[in-house]
C-alpha cells in the first residue's frame, strides 16, 4: 500500500525567504505525486503534480517541486514567500495501476512571518 | 461549472441521530470519496467508487456507508452518530486514469453532542 510521510507538523518561515516543505512516499512502482493547498475553512486546492517527465515540475501561485526517486522524495518549494502562502500543505501518491486512490500525508502548517 | 458540491456545510447530530451528506459533481468525473479531516491525522479514507453501482471500503469505514446510484451523486450515511464522527468531511472526486488529482468539495463541519 502507498503511503506519504511528512515529517514537519509546522514550517515557520520569515517572508521572502525561500520555504520548502518536505515529503517522501512509499509506493510500488513509479509514482503519481500530488501537492495540495487548504487554506482555513476551505477544502483542498491543487497544486501541482508529478507524473512522468522532468523532475522539476512547475505548479501554481509560484510553486515547484522536485521529484527524486532515488531518495523517494517529493519537496514542495518556492523562492520567496508571501505571508499569504501560510496555510496547510498535503502531499499525496498513488501507485500507477489500480484505481484512482490517493494517500495523504498528515499535513503541513506554514508560517510566513511578515 | 459548479465542480464538486457539499451539503450542508455545517450540522449539528445528538449522538444516537442518523444523518445523510450529500455530494454531486458535474464534471462526469468515474471516481468518487469521502475523506474525514481531523487535526493532526491528515485526511483519512472512508469509502471509494470507481463507478456508478460500485463502492468499496477505505481506511476507517465502520459507522459509514455509501452507495452510488449515479455517476454524479455519491451520498455518505452515517447510521448512529457518535461523538467520535466529529469531524471535517471531504467529497473529492477524480478522472479513472487520475492523472490530475482530485477536485475537492469545500466540506462539512459535523459535530455530534
Known amino acids: 500500500a502507498q503511503s506519504v510521510a511528512q515529517p514537519e507538523d509546522q514550517v515557520n518561515v520569515a517572508e521572502g525567504n525561500p520555504l520548502t516543505v518536505k515529503c517522501t512516499y512509499s509506493v510500488s512502482g513509479n509514482p503519481y505525486l500530488f501537492w495540495y493547498v487548504q487554506y482555513p475553512n476551505r477544502g483542498l486546492q491543487f497544486l501541482l503534480k508529478y507524473i512522468t517527465g522532468d523532475n522539476l515540475v512547475k505548479g501554481s501561485y509560484g510553486f515547484e517541486a522536485e521529484f527524486n526517486k532515488s531518495q523517494t522524495s517529493f519537496h514542495l518549494k518556492k523562492p520567496s514567500a508571501l505571508v499569504s502562502d501560510s496555510a496547510l500543505y498535503f502531499c499525496?501518491?498513488?501507485?500507477?495501476?489500480?484505481?484512482?486512490?490517493?494517500?495523504f500525508g498528515k499535513g503541513n502548517q506554514v508560517v510566513v512571518i511578515p | 461549472n459548479a465542480g464538486v458540491t457539499q451539503t450542508p456545510k455545517f450540522q449539528v447530530l445528538k449522538t444516537g441521530q442518523s444523518m445523510t451528506l450529500q455530494c454531486a459533481q458535474d464534471m462526469n468525473h468515474e471516481y468518487m470519496s469521502w475523506y474525514r479531516q481531523d487535526p493532526g491525522m491528515g485526511l483519512r479514507l472512508i469509502h471509494y467508487?470507481?463507478?456508478?453501482?460500485?463502492?468499496d471500503q477505505g481506511e476507517v469505514p465502520n459507522g459509514y456507508n455509501v452507495s452510488r446510484s449515479t455517476t454524479e451523486d455519491f451520498p455518505l450515511r452515517l447510521l448512529s452518530a457518535a461523538p467520535s464522527q466529529t469531524s471535517v468531511y471531504f467529497c473529492a472526486t477524480g478522472t479513472r486514469q487520475g492523472l490530475r488529482g482530485y477536485t475537492f468539495g469545500s466540506g462539512t463541519r459535523l459535530t455530534v453532542v
Open positions: 499525496a501518491v498513488r501507485a500507477p495501476y489500480g484505481n484512482n486512490r490517493l494517500a
Open positions: 467508487s470507481v463507478g456508478a453501482g460500485i463502492t
